[in-house]
């Protein structure tokens, strides 16, 4: 049997530009197909990879990005494998607001300048909630789907856990280096975590902490699809006695 294409799905602030770095070290760029970047879509994609010969295909052995979605597995003739890590959702969010506040280059950078953690976790318009939903149950991939965060129903829910059931590995960002072990039980190469320098600031956990009951209750209620995927998750991972 040939080596299988591992389909790393990277949920943003969840540690993957970490894991990217450690698979590059074992795949070559010719073996990495990049599902990134806002101008890749499941129909640029698709046409892509529809179109791209079988030889170029065939030396694929890592497909990484955002933009991943359960599907494009279809594309290769080879065997495959998905992995992702989940994050708890609102420290998820916390992280991903002190991340745009940091990068001039996103798009909502200027927004969150200007209006606090609180505020924008009590607008669901921009605090994107219950995005793991969207991002594992969608079929058609527009950049990250944030219009579909206001839509999200329970359908949506069963349809992202029966494609996790799919997936050969759902990490915790929460026990990253101990869920990489267990994820290289499972990878037919071997990766080793580098000594990462530390971008988020403490101060981004002080915040979370501070945030007040009413907001922590908010964030609770608006993500609940994605804190019953969490909740999977843990449930998932105590089998592996990585969770008390």
């Known amino acids: 049997m040939s080596e299988p294409v591992v389909i790393f799905h990277h949920i943003p602030k969840t ?26 879509t499941s129909e640029t994609m698709s046409n892509e990879l529809s179109q791209m010969p079988e030889e170029r295909k065939a030396k694929i052995r890592l497909v990484y990005g955002h933009q991943v979605w359960y599907g494009i597995h279809t594309f290769f003739p080879q ?10 959702p609102i420290a998820r969010f916390v992280s991903f607001y002190f991340h745009v506040r940091r990068t001039p280059r ?4 200027t927004l969150f300048l200007e209006r606090s953690l609180k ?19 969608r079929s058609i991939v527009n950049s990250h789907n944030f219009d579909d965060c206001q839509n999200v129903t329970i359908q ?3 349809q992202s856990l029966e494609n996790l059931e799919h997936y050969a590995f759902v990490g915790l960002q929460e026990s990253f ?15 080793t975590l580098q000594k990462a320098e530390r971008v988020a600031p403490k101060t981004d956990a002080d915040n979370f902490t ?17 804190f019953a995927i969490y909740s999977w998750a843990v449930l998932q991972n105590r089998k592996h006695g990585l969770v008390e």
């Open 15 to 40: 540690a993957g530009s970490t894991l990217l770095k450690a698979f590059r070290e074992v795949y070559s760029d010719e073996e990495i197909y990049f599902a990134h970047g806002p101008n890749n």
């Open 79 to 88: 065997p495959t494998i998905y992995v992702t890590f989940v994050r708890n």
């Open 106 to 109: 996103q798009n909502l950078h």
């Open 119 to 137: 505020e924008i976790a009590q607008d669901p318009s921009h605090s994107f909630p219950n995005h793991l939903a969207v991002y594992f149950s």
């Open 156 to 158: 949506t829910l069963k």
């Open 177 to 191: 280096t101990a869920e990489v072990e267990r994820l290289n039980q499972l990878l037919p190469r071997k990766i």
């Open 210 to 226: 501070a945030l007040d009951a009413e907001t922590l209750q908010k964030l609770v209620i608006d993500n609940w699809a994605d």
